[in-house]
């Protein structure tokens, strides 16, 4: 009976003990915190880390704010100019369908064929100067439109390698 009782007591004591062990992990090696000094040397380290990545982070958020600057400056422009050109290229149409209606109405008004072989001359002539003239403003416009778009854009390309150059 000593023999089951002292086994018995064993048990309960093994049991106690770890019941204390798992409830609270006071003396569990594992979950155990060794207290350790970071040396100077290397918080120094990582702080100056942490300081580039904050200054690089701030230059890419400036960066993008740049380019979407740009971005919207550029689309700005590019509308204005196209909505520009779309009116020069209405009113030129508008012209020469008035012109064209001018001429037809004239024709039908002329009392010989030799008046309406001089209606039609006039016209062509009238015609192609207008045209000609139509289609140099128009390319005026384009070629000011396609300057006013890129010229942001090279500027902002300028900076930029004027600061890589510097870096």
Do not use: C, W
């Not at 798992?22 to 702080?47: S, W």
């Not at 015609?127 to 010229?151: H, N």
């Amino acid at each position: 009976m000593t023999e089951t009782t002292t086994q018995a007591k064993t048990a309960t004591k093994a049991r106690s003990t770890k019941a204390k062990t798992t409830a609270a992990f006071p003396e569990f090696e594992a979950f155990a915190m060794p207290k350790l000094e970071v040396p100077a040397a290397f918080r120094e380290v990582t702080e100056k880390g942490i300081e580039n990545a904050r200054e690089a982070y701030a230059k890419a958020k400036t960066a993008a704010e740049d380019a979407t600057d740009l971005m919207e400056d550029t689309f700005e422009t590019s509308r204005q100019g196209v909505v520009e050109f779309n009116h020069k290229a209405v009113d030129a149409a508008k012209s020469n369908a008035d012109a064209a209606f001018t001429f037809v109405k004239d024709v039908m008004s002329a009392k010989t064929l030799a008046e309406a072989i001089e209606l039609q001359s006039s016209f062509a002539r009238q015609q192609f100067d207008a045209l000609s003239t139509q289609t140099r403003e128009m390319q005026e416009l384009a070629t000011k439109l396609g300057t006013d778009v890129s010229a942001p854009v090279k500027e902002a390309f300028e900076k930029t390698f004027k600061e890589l150059k510097v870096n």
